[in-house]
């Protein structure tokens, strides 16, 4: 990759592009909606909710079913999902190829943070699965915001989040000088109206749907950014 102007700071989603597990993330939400009575094709979770968080994709399917909903149905929903996760990623979990020699060259150079609408209790466990967990300075998690992607709230958050390093406080880190790596359409959207730069990765949508990144890849294996001199 040429190299980004002004580049100081990597945030990366979780889902999709640190672990193969948007398959399991359909799977499980297909069950806990069909316990409830509510189909959920492919094409659909695609199409509406891959990148959003649980707390969203689980509003939005029960208010276009037409279900009663309220604060203890859907935190059962989320727990019940947390649950099956748990249960299933430890078997099935693949983290993708080139992730962690990516984060661990760039850690020498560049702030790194996690921006996703995972639990955070399911991104501690990926990033330690992944063995990156000290290269990461901040997280932002589904627990620490009110609107999922592709609302900007996350990468808002993840902007101030990484602020309050010593290395920002006299400099403070604009969103310019951020490069978000996303998988979706969504995470695309979230990351470009904050007014970040984002590379996409073809894991989850085809590199037309993706265009609106600035860079579209098909892997992370291999790539690199020269950054600048200090």
Not at 9 to 25: F, K, M, Q, R, S
Not at 44 to 60: G, I, N, P, T, V
Not at 73 to 79: F, G, H, N, Q
């Amino acid at each position: 990759m040429e190299k980004i102007r002004g580049l100081r700071a990597v945030l990366l989603d979780c889902n999709g592009v640190i672990i193969d597990d948007e398959p399991v993330h359909l799977r499980l939400f297909q069950k806990v909606l069909k316990e409830e009575g509510i189909p959920l094709t492919r094409k659909e979770y695609f199409k509406r909710y891959l990148a959003m968080d649980d707390r969203s994709c689980f509003k939005d399917a029960f208010r276009r079913h037409g279900k009663p909903f309220s604060g203890s149905v859907l935190k059962d929903l989320i727990e019940r999902k947390a649950g099956y996760y748990k249960r299933t990623i430890g078997k099935e979990a693949r983290i993708f190829p080139g992730l962690k020699t990516f984060v661990k060259g760039h850690a020498r150079h560049l702030a790194l943070a996690v921006v996703s609408g995972a639990l955070r209790r399911e991104i501690d466990w990926i990033l330690k699965k992944a063995g990156i967990r000290r290269y990461i300075s901040a997280v932002v998690s589904a627990e620490n915001v009110k609107n999922g992607k592709p609302d900007s709230e996350c990468y808002r958050k993840g902007l101030s989040a990484l602020n309050r390093l010593p290395r920002f406080r006299k400099d403070p880190l604009k969103a310019r000088e951020c490069l978000a790596v996303e998988d979706s359409i969504h995470g695309v959207a979230a990351a470009k109206r904050m007014g970040m730069k984002a590379l996409a990765v073809t894991n989850s949508y085809s590199r037309s749907k993706l265009s609106r990144a600035d860079r579209v890849v098909s892997t992370l294996l291999g790539l690199r950014f020269v950054t600048p001199e200090p």
